[in-house]
């Protein structure tokens, strides 16, 4: 992913005076020299993988029960859902409402900012972005399709019935049967020289009785898919997350058609040491988050499926990095959390 990194200039160096950097709330003002940064705020993110189901009945699916002893073989066309993994989590966005600006004076060090390509401040003086390496993308195997009659003999061909075809493609499943079992006991005709020899051969037997007994049982299709679905976090009861439905997949929430997932979001309230000074605060510094913290928990008929406390940085407050650790004789690195805006190092050289 591209980063969006900005340097400032250090031409500054050779100056002895020591200025301090001023940070504003806002946007870039006329010419001063800069950047804008965003802190972020919470998403509750919960991602659904699920799997779509199309089942397709064998040409003789009628005949399944008879020939080869397969009950419950419907003969008709299905598709259903099934919701495999839920995972819960937190997601940072770019927060619109505290946009604040990075103003470097003159005779000052020039620290060295990354952001986000979202705008959201990553670190200062500690250049992360080199360090994350792209997940290489696995290459979707396209599922091989397998005409079952290209292993029909001339007589099953010509049969004169379904009936009759069925019955030979029976008899053709379990003579395919007996030659695997010979060569597993040792007993075939021409047995392979090798191991290796064996494997192709075994596997061969595989796919024509699967192919030909997929004429009987039917064929089913999966497809994975996976659904996002984001929600800005405030205090509530069992209110609806999300709607998943056998036939439909993932529905809206006011569609009944689908069985309902609950959430609920406690503000746990992290009493916060600097209240008493609120009144006295005053913008300076670096601005960064203090999350607060919340109790989530999504459930489905009464059974919990996430039971757990995550930061939300709508419940916390926002503080200041003292401007005095970015002047000339100070250099501080700072790694911040871009999911919630908050602090997770702060180290000096």
Known sequence: MKKNILIFSALLLATTAVAQTEVTAGVM?????????????????????????????????????????????????????TLDKIETRIVGVPDKENVYFVKLKDKTVAPLMELTEDGIVRSINMPVSGKQTAKASKAEVAEKSIDPRSFLTEEILMSSSSAKMAELIAKEIYSI?????????????????????LKIMLDNLNL???????????????????????????????????????KLGVVANNDLAG??????????????????????????????????RAQITLTQNNKKLFDDQLPITQFGTIEYLAPVLF??????KVLFDTSTGGLIKVDRE
């Open 29 to 81: 003002r006329g010419k001063d020299y800069g950047v804008t940064y965003l802190l972020p705020r919470t998403e509750i993110e919960i991602v659904l993988q699920t799997t779509k189901h199309t089942y397709t009945p064998g040409e003789f699916c009628r005949y399944a029960d008879r020939y080869l002893r397969l009950n419950d073989i419907s003969a008709e066309p299905e598709e259903y859902w």
């Open 177 to 197: 049967r007996e030659s695997k079992n010979a060569l597993l006991r040792g007993e075939a005709d021409n047995m392979p020289q090798d191991g290796a020899q």
């Open 208 to 246: 024509q009785e699967s192919a030909m007994t997929e004429m009987f049982s039917g064929k089913v299709k999966d497809e994975p898919k996976t659904f996002t679905i984001r929600l800005t976090p405030k205090e509530m009861k069992n209110e609806v997350a999300f709607r998943f439905s056998k």
């Open 259 to 292: 069985e309902p997932y609950y959430i609920s979001i406690t503000d746990l309230k992290t009493p916060d040491p600097s209240t008493a000074e609120e009144g006295k605060k005053k913008l300076e510094g670096v601005a960064y988050n203090v999350p607060g």
């Open 327 to 332: 002047n000339k004789n100070s250099t501080v």
